[in-house]
């Protein structure tokens, strides 16, 4: 067998020059290279792996569709083998920024540094060199900027069954119809009948096109139905040697439920158990997710799925690559290249939502998750379970335990299948198991930046446009539905004045555009001019006297650009229900009346009126950002006013599940306010937040901004060591920013201002024990040096003065607090001081507290313990 990573491990990168320099390379030549090069590492080819090698140097096209398992990913390699030898430039496109980025890395272990570059839509890296690694979207939006100029010679395109995807497919059929003289490399192991897409790619391209499907697996399945619980069907998978299992769940809660479940079961040995708690020693399992995580793993038990944080991913990883974990708990995020080697699979249930309603699994979904289990080089055999429903097992016992007896059985109550179940059983699954792979159906769009890019290459528009919509694969009455759309987005841009139409000499009629396109145009946050146009409308203030609500305006803007984080909102606007439920019950109004007004209340969404007017206003001009949807909503600036920790937040809005979901949000956030807002706009107040929002992201999980970093400066040698490490690298010393820790120490003390706003001394109280316990020794128990008591006795003093504590901009404002640094020195500490903002602007009491330097470093966070709030 042979396959891309076990190459790249065996083969010096050296190698490669060798194998391929000298006169010009005949396609015998060529083929016996890379042969021998696999070969050298005491490796092998599968006979596909050999027909596509021999198809691809003879420079047909190639549409490899082989199951999981067959060596898709040293296909991909031959054909760059074959481009750069040839002195071709190759592109290589997957789905999702984290599958380009782990093929980059790969390749440039195989091919050389030099050799390989990234795009994507953050960064650009080595990117003139010959082997490019990008998402399908750059690639389509090159071939629509510049056409058959398009300087590319061959694409290998990954996970091509996105083609079908309803959203995204247009960038996968977008290259197809752009770039005539490319030889196309078209790999998935769930493609179905791909006859007329052969023919189509064969017209377009004048090349043969090879199909290499239909090959059986190396590591066969075997497929069984279980209608014994689930928690029995995993005991017997265990007990006869088919772990590791990977359970296939449809939803976040129920992987979750389901490893808590089967954690009082015995799933690891004592010696798994200790090797496991011995690699994850130095792990720091920092929320509260994080703590259900580690006691689980410590069992052999993993969870994985799109809303966990990057590390908690990556550790269940790989801690299943080394074979600790006998049991994986997810969803079907697995069958998207994630890297989670696994014998079985046990799907518990062959019905899923899919954002619109619940249905059965299509033959191409339920084959890409069944894929996934048998190992190449571990495995003789694979297993695929299915589950059946829990009413049928309740009801196949209840049968059992009858028994014989015909009275029993007639006293038999059979449980009904819940309301809204949607009906599966074993006939389903059998005919699963037997139905090939759906045909692919195209999901062309036409969209205003698709025409602005066309536009933008020159030319004949028309007919480049003409060819665009009538010469794809939709169907006529489809194509005749573009065309309209078409025909309308020139109109809108003909009036905005965005194109002109131009009478040529001869007669005829040219398009060209009226503006300068950036070069990464629709690629890279493309309401970034919006939010630039947008900044002007806001009051920064005068130098003396800055508008305190204008960093966070700033905010606003910019995520009003970004993609909704839809947990985030959901439960916002569950607590925003909630709030105004309790108090309109308080003004007494009706029940009716309340449900009625209840449909109003929202997530918040801070500047909307202005923004949504702005967005029209400026739409006008640039009718292409209707591509795009402006969304107001709050998560970074609700985090900051709040003045929460990461951990806060989540527990606050019951985020345990969707922690992955809000880091993600919140490091897109960070990097959008960084490449959006221009040096001139920065305040001193948003200079913080913005440090402050970095700093966040790096202390619950630097991952993703390490990766955003390591794609702007590629290190291939400290990728593969932390690739290998179980403990991602510790964090920096929260207190070695001085800019964000400020901004921590201020949040902190304004904790307690907006807690003392509402006479809450008990929480108070609450927040300095916790403080006196971080940092303490674990044998002496800690004792707040100011309790609830104290809080009391100090907020009745200062509201027999004041009748209220301010807690608007102008109260949590840089003015409102004093910070003295200089016992830092001997004491390790700093002395701060927050003014309370009293009706009377008297400003004449305060809390007095120290920030404790050395315990803020060992926790990530600000610590803060107060010694007094009295009268300055």
Known sequence: MADASTLSRILSVSDIPAAIEGEAVDEDALYQAFVDWVEA?????????????????????LILSTPTGTGKSLVAVAAHFTALARGIRTFYTAPIKALVSEKFFSLVEIFGAANVGMMTGD?????????ICCTAEILANLALRHGAETPVGQVVMDEFHFYADPDRGWAWQVPLLTLPNVQFVLMSATLGDVTALAEDLTRRTGRETATVTGVERPVPLHYYYETTPVHETVEDLLSTGQAPVYIVHFSQLAALERAQALSSARIASREQRDAIADLIGEFRFTT???????RLVRAGIGVHHAGMLPKYRRLVEQLAQRGLLRVICGTDTLGVGINVPIRTVLLTALTKFDGVRM???NAREFHQIAGRAGRAGYDTAGTVVVQAPEHETENLKAIEKAGDDPKKRRKIVRKKAPEGFVSWGEPSFRKLVDAQPETLTSSMQITSAMIINVVARGGDVFAHVRALVFDNHE?????????????????TLLTAGVVEAIDEPDGRKSIRLTVDLQPNFALNQPLSPFALAAFELLDPGAEDSPNPSYALDVISVVEATLDDPRPVLSAQQFAARGEAVAAMKADGVEYDQRMELLEEVT????????LTAAFETYARSQPWVNDFELSPKSVVRDLYERAMTFGEFIA????????????????????????TVPSELRNDDLRDIIEWLGELVRQVDSSLLDEWEELVHPDAARHAAEAAAIAPPAPKNVTTNRRAFLVLVRNELFRRVQLAALDKFEELGALEVEAAALGAEEAVPPVPSFTALDWADALEAYFAEHDAIGTGADARSTAMIIVDESPAATDGLWRVRQILADPEDD??????????????????????RVRTVDRL
């Open 123 to 131: 960064s650009a890296v080595n990117p003139d060199a010959p082997i």
């Open 359 to 361: 249905r059965q699994l």
């Open 475 to 491: 169907p006529w009455r489809r194509q005749l539905a573009l065309a309209r759309r078409a025909l309308g987005i020139y109109r």
């Open 603 to 610: 997530h918040p969404k801070p500047l909307d009126e202005l």
């Open 652 to 675: 606050f809005y019951k985020l345990a599940r969707s922690e992955g979901v809000v880091l993600r949000y919140l490091s897109d956030a960070y990097r959008a306010l960084g490449q």
């Open 288 to 294: 509260s997710f994080g703590k259900t995580l580690s």
């Open 41 to 61: 590492g005491g490796i092998s080819l599968y006979p596909a792996q050999d027909e596509s090698v021999i198809e691809i140097v003879s420079g047909a096209n």
């Open 843 to 864: 400003h004449d009491w305060g809390i007095s507290a120290d920030v404790d330097l050395r315990a803020s470093a060992e926790a990530g966070v600000a610590v803060i």
